[in-house]
Each structure stands twice: as structure tokens, then as C-alpha cells.
């Protein structure tokens, strides 16, 4: 995802310097080059060394230090991006008032690239005027920020906004703006994600494992790339992305329900949700209750809603299924594929090993009329940005 890039990450000196290592690590296994400088208080909560192993380039502090050439100048050359993460109160306001008096707060000054400030201080210090003076002033001059979030603080307090925002958060950040992509733009794209529920009384259901990971990163992923973005989604815990339209569902007949309101007006559909495919044939409005009996449930076909999408699909539209197997029985994405009018199914092997329910990875394979691409085991989102790849050929 980011090879060929150079990411320049700045670190000052704030508890949430340990976090940085992780970014670190994150953005070399996108293939990133990484060069991190710390201030010297920096140095006080981690040292150069763990930088340097993660990295493997050296991690710069002195900005006189001999060995290297003009430091300052040479590092905001190499940079695709400038990160500091974490930003204190005190770098953010130098960097916002020009002050250059370590190294750090010198290559922000010459540096021409994108920067991406992840601030992380004291909750009643982010509120301060000044702070947020010196906010506002680097946000009008083109600065990216990304949170503070709203957590646990070093110092106690809980619950209130200063912390810095996880590096997976930044990391994502960083891909925004590094890759940007926008293909998508005016079109309009409905994605289904998480599972349904099929009651069975006012306190038992039918469900299954679908936490809707794949398809809110797909949401995301589609959103980032300029389209308009519906999610129709199931009971998740997940938090929808930020400029998404979210339609929440229950049950299979739900979901039917709006993706027939919603199908003529979309440009491209994408069912990564898992709907069921029974529900209970009455419904109990009482609990059910236990007798030391056995009991059995008699179960009725829900609404393929695949299968309606295909016999309504406009021309011009693209339609995106998924078919989630136990073992590779590819031929069953292919049948799929025929037999519900889709231009794409997303194939995969749930019991394999970091792939389909409950994980952050997946590894699939595109299933199209005429063609078959594998997609290697990687984040969701990732797998999401090659799904849409895809979809964006398809579109007319």
C-alpha cells in the first residue's frame, strides 16, 4: 500500500511516545520507508534505539549532530508525509508560531510535504485558548489533524478528550492521504454489512458469527474514495465511518425491505452482510419456557435478497455478492455468480486461518464471469480498497 512512500515521523515528548513504536511497525509492513527524529524529551520515554530496530535507519535527535548531512534539510526532502505523533501542547504551539529550536520543530519548517499532527495532552490543556489558537492557526495554514481521542489519561482522568488516537486510527490517516483515490467520486454506492437476527421470542434469536468488519471497511473504503455511501447494516458494535448514511436492520425481511427502496438509485451494491437464511416459522410472544423438555423449532426460508437484487438490476449497475464457504468450493461462488445476476462474488474460506468472521484479516478470491483473483491475506480494509478496484473497472 505504501511502497515507494516516505513517512517522517516526528516524536516529542509526551507518555504516548511508546505508541509510536507501533506506528512504526505498522507502516513499514505497508511497505512505508520510515525515518522517526525525537526531541530530547522524547528520548525520556523511549530511546532511539527501539526507532532504529523498527525502522532499520538510524532515529535523529541532534540537529548538530556531524555524522549526517544538514539533517533538517535532508530529512523534510525525503518525506512523502511529515507525521508527529504524539504532539504535545508545546511542539504544537512552535510549530504553529515558526519556532525552530531542535530538530523536530526545524524539518517541520522546511518541509513542503503533507503533515499529520495525532495531538495527545492533558484534557483541560487541548481546551486551552491557546491551544486551540494554535489548532486553528496550523489547520488555515493546510495542516491534517487526527483526534485526540476520548479515553484514559496519564494523569487520571477518565473519559474526557486528550488522548492520543490509536495508531491503527493514525496509520489509517496516513493512508488518506498518501493514497488517495478518488475514482469513485459521484457515484453512489450501498454496502449490507453484520448479520441479521431472527427472533424467536422476545429474548432468543437465530444469528450467526458476522460481526460486519468486512463490510464497514468496504463503507470506509468506498467513502475515502469520494463515493456516497449507504450502509445498511445488522446488530454490530462496530462505529459506522465518519460521512456514511447508516441504516440500521434486524432481521432478513428488514434488509430486504430497505435495499428495495434503496437498489434503483445505486450505482454499484456491495453484500457483504450475512443475512440468515431461516427464520422461525411463528414466533412465540412470550419467553419460552424451559420444561426439561426438548424442543423443536420449525423454520421458514427468509427472502433471498440476492436473488431480487439480480432480477432488478439496471443496466450500468454493478453487483457485488459474497459467498462464504467452509472449504474451497469455489464452484459455489460460481453458481452464485450465474444464478443471482451478480458481476463479482467475493469468495471466501471462513475456516481458514485469519479469514471470515470476528478478525481484522481476510484472504479471498474475486470471482468474475471470465476471471479469478486472489487476494493474499491482509487487513480488511486493504481487501476492501481491492474489492472497490474492481467495482470502479465495472462501472460504466
Not at 511542539?91 to 518541509?111: R, S
Not at 443496466?315 to 461462488?333: C, M, P, S, W, Y
Request: a neutral charge; charged letters at 25%.
Amino acid at each position: 500500500m505504501l511502497s515507494g512512500k516516505c513517512v517522517v515521523l516526528g516524536v516529542s515528548g509526551g507518555i504516548a511516545a511508546y505508541k509510536a513504536a507501533d506506528i512504526v511497525s505498522r507502516l513499514k509492513k505497508l511497505g512505508a520507508r520510515v525515518r522517526v527524529v525525537l526531541t530530547e524529551h522524547a528520548c525520556r520515554f523511549v530511546t532511539p534505539i527501539t526507532f532504529e530496530t523498527l525502522s532499520g535507519e538510524p532515529a535523529y535527535v541532534d540537529q548538530f549532530d556531524r555524522s549526517f548531512e544538514i539533517e533538517h534539510i535532508s530529512l523534510a526532502k525525503s518525506a512523502d508525509l511529515f507525521l508527529i505523533a504524539p504532539a504535545t501542547a508545546n511542539v504544537i504551539g512552535k510549530i504553529a508560531c515558526g519556532i525552530a529550536d531542535d530538530l523536530l520543530t526545524t524539518v517541520f519548517l522546511a518541509t513542503t510535504c503533507p503533515v499529520l499532527v495525532a495531538p495527545a495532552m492533558n484534557n483541560a490543556m487541548w481546551r486551552a485558548d491557546a491551544v486551540r489558537q494554535n489548532v486553528e492557526v496550523l489547520k488555515a495554514r493546510g495542516v491534517h489533524f487526527v483526534g485526540p481521542g476520548v479515553g484514559h489519561l496519564a494523569c487520571g482522568d477518565e473519559n474526557v478528550e486528550g488522548r492520543m488516537s490509536e495508531p491503527e486510527d493514525i496509520v489509517r490517516a496516513v493512508l488518506e492521504l498518501l493514497t488517495r483515490q478518488r475514482d469513485l467520486e459521484g457515484r453512489r454506492i450501498v454496502v449490507t454489512a453484520g448479520p441479521t437476527r431472527e427472533m424467536i421470542d422476545p429474548v432468543r434469536f437465530l444469528s450467526n458469527r458476522s460481526t460486519g468488519k468486512m463490510g464497514y471497511a468496504l463503507a470506509e473504503a468506498a467513502k475515502r474514495r469520494g463515493a456516497t455511501v449507504t450502509l445498511v447494516s445488522g446488530p454490530t458494535a462496530l462505529t459506522p465511518p465518519i460521512g456514511v448514511e447508516l441504516v440500521e436492520i434486524t432481521s432478513t425481511q428488514d434488509l430486504y425491505e430497505a435495499m428495495m427502496l434503496r437498489a434503483q438509485t445505486a450505482d454499484a451494491i456491495i453484500q457483504a452482510a450475512a443475512p440468515a437464511d431461516f427464520t422461525p416459522a411463528s414466533y412465540s410472544h412470550d419467553k419460552i419456557k424451559k420444561d426439561g423438555q426438548g424442543m423443536a423449532l420449525e423454520l421458514a426460508p427468509t427472502p433471498d435478497v440476492a436473488l431480487a437484487l439480480g432480477k432488478r438490476k439496471r443496466a450500468g449497475q454493478v453487483l457485488v455478492g459474497f459467498a462464504a464457504e467452509t472449504g474451497d468450493r469455489i464452484e459455489n461462488a460460481r453458481g452464485k455468480l450465474a444464478k443471482k445476476n451478480c458481476d463479482l462474488i467475493v469468495f471466501n474460506d471462513v475456516t481458514e486461518p485469519g479469514a471470515g468472521f470476528a478478525v481484522d484479516t481476510n484472504r479471498v478470491t474475486l470471482v468474475e464471469a471470465e476471471r479469478e483473483t486472489h487476494i493474499p491475506l491482509m487487513d480488511k480494509l486493504y481487501v476492501a480498497g481491492r474489492i472497490l478496484d474492481r467495482v470502479a473497472a465495472l462501472l460504466p
